[in-house]
């Protein structure tokens, strides 16, 4: 019997991404959809919660600031390179988000706060018009 020797070549990059409605109903959805999406790439835990959180921020902030009636948002996660990147796109490149310094009464107007402290990194892209992306970036631990 002749035996084959067959060589998988597994992709060291994984990818996900999900057009989701500018609602708290799709910000909530992205924030379960990533989650189950870690869980299924064994994303670990310190990631996995950091990144929940990042996801939450951006997906709400795209909800709330980046609504366009009739457009959706995208949300994407990439793992590649030991790197865990989370992209949110909108279609409202007009509004930059940026850290403002918040009264401490203030019920919002954290979620960037957030977003800086837990992400190793985070920016803003433009376009393709009239789309903004803004996204952030984890460090996987060494395996």
Same mark, same amino acid.
């Given at each position: 019997?002749?035996?084959?020797?067959?060589?998988?070549?597994?992709?060291?990059?994984?990818?996900?991404?999900?057009?989701?409605?500018?609602?708290?109903?799709?910000?909530?959805?992205?924030?379960?959809?990533?989650?189950?999406?870690?869980?299924?790439?064994?994303?670990?835990?310190?990631?996995?919660?950091?990144?929940?959180?990042?996801?939450?921020?951006l997906?709400?902030?795209?909800?709330t600031?980046?609504?366009?009636?009739?457009?959706?948002?995208?949300?994407?996660?990439?793992? !590649? =390179?030991? &790197? $865990?990147?989370?992209?949110?796109? +909108?279609?409202?490149?007009?509004? @930059?988000?940026?850290?403002?310094?918040?009264?401490?009464e203030?019920?919002?107007? !954290? =979620?960037? &706060? $957030?977003?800086?402290?837990?992400? +190793?990194?985070?920016?803003?892209? @433009?376009?393709?018009?009239?789309?903004?992306?803004?996204?952030?970036?984890?460090?996987?631990?060494?395996?």
């Amino acid at each position: 019997m002749n035996q084959q020797n067959v060589t998988q070549v597994q992709s060291r990059t994984r990818h996900f991404d999900a057009l989701l409605s500018p609602t708290p109903r799709g910000a909530r959805l992205a924030r379960l959809l990533a989650v189950a999406w870690m869980r299924d790439h064994e994303v670990p835990y310190g990631v996995t919660e950091a990144a929940t959180h990042v996801v939450a921020e951006l997906a709400a902030n795209a909800a709330t600031h980046g609504r366009v009636a009739g457009r959706s948002f995208r949300l994407e996660l990439l793992s !590649r =390179g030991g &790197v $865990l990147r989370i992209e949110v796109t +909108d279609t409202r490149a007009e509004d @930059l988000p940026c850290v403002q310094p918040t009264p401490p009464e203030s019920e919002s107007g !954290r =979620g960037l &706060v $957030l977003v800086e402290a837990l992400a +190793d990194r985070w920016g803003v892209g @433009l376009g393709p018009a009239p789309r903004k992306t803004v996204w952030a970036e984890i460090d996987l631990p060494a395996s």
